[in-house]
């Protein structure tokens, strides 16, 4: 009934605070949801977990507390059978500023180690355990939406690219900042950037000038699929595509997600074998039978009760 008032909402280009207004409202939260101190969690709708970067003051800045926490959250939620999809959003003016500037001092930048060797090795960890940050993301079977509003800076793009469906405000704009801080980034921009945007020549001109990429160009290249007027639309709009998901076989959503990945990484061939082994189990789902048997009543897969995975 929700989507369905959403839908309305959205093809009348009405206010959508008006009708779908206490699930998006839902959606903005108070604070950090404990034990965590930069997240806060809330479910606005069955299936639908949203993980909201909670730091407004600081422009979400990703402190030393985050990068555990977003491990653990998203741990959670890949083994969270009454989660289906997950919409990740930033709490305040902008999504996030990227990395804490004051905590990468004391952080990132002075490992511990008697001599170079064991500096640099702890210096590897480091760099490892913040890569996982956002590595978590992608290996989450759930799909991860992500709603950017403001700025999306350094780190947050980051975090963007591990997601599998971005949406962005008009005023977003997304910095690939690292080289104005002096660093090349390394917790995985450098490596998804150039398989969400096809031209290679953009994201070398992104990451080596630093220069801001606005919602306009992001749709154009491809790195977010759809610009909403403002955070509330987006909200909506993010909302409802998660219940589309939501609603469809879990086996086959997580499926579809797992080998979409999968496939991005390795030759065509490789991609075909590793869908037939991941089928031969999963194809023997009762999922299939009650879809197809939906689709032929012409109802949607939204009426058929799936079982948890
Ligand atoms: C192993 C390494 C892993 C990861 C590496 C990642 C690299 C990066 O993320 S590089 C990018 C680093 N970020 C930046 O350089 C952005 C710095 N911030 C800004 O440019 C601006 O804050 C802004 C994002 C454009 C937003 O501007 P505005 O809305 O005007 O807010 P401010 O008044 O500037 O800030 C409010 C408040 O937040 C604090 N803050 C903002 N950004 C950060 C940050 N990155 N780190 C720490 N704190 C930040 C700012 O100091 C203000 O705090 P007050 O206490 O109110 O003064």
């Not at 009405?14 to 997240?39: D, I, K, N, Q």
């Not at 804490?100 to 001092?105: K, N, P, S, Y």
């Not at 610009?227 to 639309?233: H, L, M, S, T």
């Not at 990945?261 to 030759?267: E, F, G, K, L, P």
């Amino acid at each position: 009934m929700l989507s369905f008032i959403v839908r309305s909402a959205l093809t009348k280009n009405r206010g959508l605070w008006h009708l779908g207004c206490s699930a998006v409202r839902a959606m903005s939260s108070s604070g950090p949801t404990p034990p965590f101190t930069t997240l806060s969690i809330s479910h606005p709708k069955e299936s639908i977990t949203h993980v909201e970067l909670h730091r407004p003051e600081k422009r979400n800045a990703m402190n030393k507390a985050f990068w555990s926490e977003m491990v653990d959250c998203f741990n959670q939620i890949s083994g969270d059978p009454d989660c289906r999809v997950v919409v990740v959003s930033g709490a305040g003016k902008i999504f996030t500023a990227g990395i804490d500037l004051m905590d990468m001092a004391s952080d990132v930048l002075q490992p511990e180690g008697d001599d170079t060797a064991r500096i640099s090795w702890n210096m590897r960890k480091i760099i490892t355990k913040y890569q996982e940050t956002f590595t978590v993301i992608e290996r989450c079977p759930k799909p991860v939406l992500v709603a950017v509003h403001g700025a999306c800076v350094g780190g947050g793009v980051d975090l963007i690219t591990a997601c599998d469906i971005r949406l962005c405000t008009q005023d977003a704009w997304f910095q690939v900042k690292e080289v104005d801080i002096g660093l090349a980034a390394d917790v995985g921009t450098l490596q998804r950037l150039p398989k969400v945007i096809g031209s290679r020549s953009l994201v070398n001109e992104l990451a080596l000038t630093a220069r801001r990429m606005y919602a306009d160009e992001a749709k154009s290249s491809g790195l977010v699929s759809r610009v909403f007027a403002d955070k509330e639309a987006m909200m909506a709009g993010a909302l409802e595509m998660a219940g589309e998901i939501a609603g469809r076989s879990p086996v086959a959503v997580q499926g579809t997600k797992v080998n979409l990945i999968y496939s991005r990484d390795h030759s065509v061939a490789e991609g075909l074998d590793y869908m037939a082994t991941w089928n031969m189990a999963m194809l023997q789902t009762q999922d299939v039978m009650k879809s197809a048997q939906a689709s032929m009543e012409k109802k949607s897969p939204k009426t058929v009760a799936f079982s948890k995975l």
